[in-house]
Each structure stands twice: as structure tokens, then as C-alpha cells.
């Protein structure tokens, strides 16, 4: 139910612009529709119901709203890496480095430690998956800290950039809600993997 | 009831440092306590039920989740302000500057046109309420927008800093969850508001 309203809504809503850019902030990471992340939240619960996860996290900020709407499904909390150092976080981080393929720059990216440890089973969620840098970088502050990464929901991958094909075949359940096979700026067309 | 769990869960959990910083990062703004904000969410919808609500709107990061809990006791999407440009945004915005306490700069805030006009009665939300330089930019731009500030809900309000009371006297319907009076890094100690 929830990857036919989200295809339908990336198909109505979606547009696609030059350079590989799929936009959909009407719904999904400016403006949120938070009934269809409750349908998304509803289908990951369904889809990792085996899964003993503790933890939710994300990073912000678009990954925020998803991941908490999706930890209600679970009943845990959310964590969500923060991209450069604040002065009201302090004590000991899990850090990394994370380059944005929207914001085309390398964020430091941190988790406190208190946050996170070898106790957690992890389900990591993002808005988008394209080269699957920032999910890369979430994975390792996840073994950081001992803890297991149950399982990745993702909302739209954009599979002809490979980012989330490279996580399959290294052995993580990736759910992505919606896979984007191709798309054209010109047309506006868009192709999901079936 | 939320109330009094948010206080409870501030006084136990809260960590006061000095210059006036409260963390709140354990349930609030890096890892959410998501069955605390949906009472939270509750608690406005009650507070706040009879406004006729279109839009709730909030600025990222830590704003997100909170707002997104809340919006699904409303039954409205929510729309975040994003701090800076991004390639992924483009047409016309709204626009303002804001201060922020945390980070001791100054954000360019926007918010696309199409998600906020005239027709739409927002309620803002937001975690934290110091000077009240965020609420304001956020005021701004839903005037700019020709849109309606229905009410102001704040998880925790710092009494002493007079950024609430300075918007009640222009005549807002703010509800904050938790009004701090007074706290001392010192001993540790939280007095609210009562």
C-alpha cells in the first residue's frame, strides 16, 4: 500500500531537473505529508517486524520527520547524527565524514556516544538514497560504536546511481519504499524498478 | 499530563551548563523520546482545538520531529524552514535572517512560496524558546505569506530570557509545555514557572 501511494505521489509530485535531481519537497523534505509517512512507517514496521531493533536513526535534517513518524511504528527512540559540532553538545562523539550529493560539500558528521552502543539494534532511515554516501557514513558510526545495523528503510532510491545495489551485495537489508530506475529532465519521465 | 511528564523528564534528564544552556539532547534535540512527544502532541491538539489548523511550521533541525508528531494529531502536513540555499530548492521563497543562541550566528532562512499563502492558519512549533529570534523569523515569514499564526507551541520555554512573555504582549497564543524561571549550573536545580 505504502510503495503504491509513494510511487503514485513521486509520479504526481515528483519533478525531475537537470543533473540527476529528482525533487519532492512538496511531500516528503520541505513540506512533510505526515499521513504518508505514517502508510511508510506501517510497511517498514511490517517489513523488519523480525528484526529486534532498539534504535531509529537518521541525520538531519530531511531524514528527521520520516524517522520519527517510522519510531512510533517501533516504539523507540530516534537518534539523528547532527552534520558539524554545536555548543550544546559536548562529551564524547562518534564522528565521520559525509559528502552531499544535494549540497555538494563534506559535512563532519557526530553522534554522542551516550546515544549509542554495542546494546543497539539499529534501523537506519533516510528521505533519499543516491551514491549512498550519507548512509555509508551512518553504517560506520553504527559499528563505531558496536552496535548492529538491523536494517536500512529508505524512501527513494535512485537505483541507477548504484549507492544502494552496493549495499545489497554487501550483505544489508536495504527496504527502500521506492526505486527510481531511471528518470529523464526533458520528459519528466519517471521509471521504478518493479 | 504531558506537562508533567515533560518537567519530570527535564529535571531528571536536563543538564543546565553555564551561559544559560539547558540540554535537553537526551529526549528532546539529538535523541527524541518519541512516546513523550507524541503526549506532547496531545497536549496542543487539546490546547489548541479550536483553531483551525492548516499547516504546522517549524525550522530545522531540531524542530522536525517534534513538529511532525504534532501535525499527525492535527491532521496537517507540516512545512520546515531550511537555513541556506540548497541546489534542491528553487522558485521563490520567503525569506528572513535569524540569530541563533546555539550557534552564535546568523542563518538566512527560507521557506518556498508555494507551500505557505494566504489561505493557511499555521501553528509553529518549535523545541526550545530563549530570546525568541527563531519564533520570530518563523512570525515573519508566515506574515510575509499573508497566512494566519494561529498559535505558538514551544516544548521548553526559558522564562528568564523573556522571548515568550515579549510575544505574548504582542498578542500570540503561545502555549510552552515547560517555562523554566530560573536554573543554576551550579547546584543544577530547575525552578519552572507555574
Redo the contacts between chains.
Keep these: 500500500m505504502a510503495v503504491e501511494l509513494l510511487e503514485e505521489r513521486i509520479r504526481r509530485d515528483g519533478v525531475v531537473?537537470e543533473?540527476n535531481?529528482l525533487?519532492v519537497?512538496?511531500?516528503l523534505?520541505?513540506?512533510?505529508?505526515?499521513?504518508l509517512?505514517?502508510e511508510m512507517g506501517a510497511e517498514w514496521k511490517r517489513l523488519f517486524a523480525d528484526r529486534p531493533i532498539t534504535k531509529v536513526l537518521t541525520i538531519?535534517?530531511s531524514g528527521?520527520?520520516?524517522?520519527?513518524?517510522v519510531?512510533?511504528h517501533f516504539?523507540?527512540?530516534?537518534?539523528?547524527a547532527?552534520k558539524a559540532q554545536?555548543?550544546?553538545?559536548?562529551g564524547e562523539m562518534y564522528t565521520t565524514k559525509i559528502e552531499s550529493f544535494?549540497?555538494?560539500r563534506v559535512f563532519d558528521v557526530i553522534?554522542?556516544k551516550?546515544?549509542l552502543g554495542p546494546e543497539d539494534h539499529v534501523l537506519i532511515i533516510d528521505d533519499f538514497l543516491a551514491n549512498g554516501c550519507a548512509l555509508n557514513g551512518l553504517i560506520e558510526i553504527v559499528e563505531e560504536a558496536g552496535a548492529t545495523v538491523e536494517g536500512i528503510g529508505i524512501a527513494v532510491e535512485k537505483g541507477f546511481q548504484g549507492g544502494g545495489d552496493a549495499l545489497r551485495e554487501r550483505g544489508y537489508r536495504l527496504e527502500s519504499l521506492a526505486i527510481v530506475e531511471s528518470m529523464d529532465a526533458d520528459s519528466g519521465e519517471i521509471v521504478f524498478r518493479s
Design positions: 531537473k543533473g535531481v525533487k519537497d512538496s511531500f523534505n520541505h513540506q512533510l505529508d505526515v499521513a509517512l505514517d538531519e535534517a528527521i520527520g520520516i524517522a520519527a513518524i519510531a512510533r516504539g523507540v527512540p530516534v537518534v539523528f547532527k554545536s555548543v550544546n553538545l559536548d544535494t549540497h555538494k553522534v554522542a551516550k546515544f
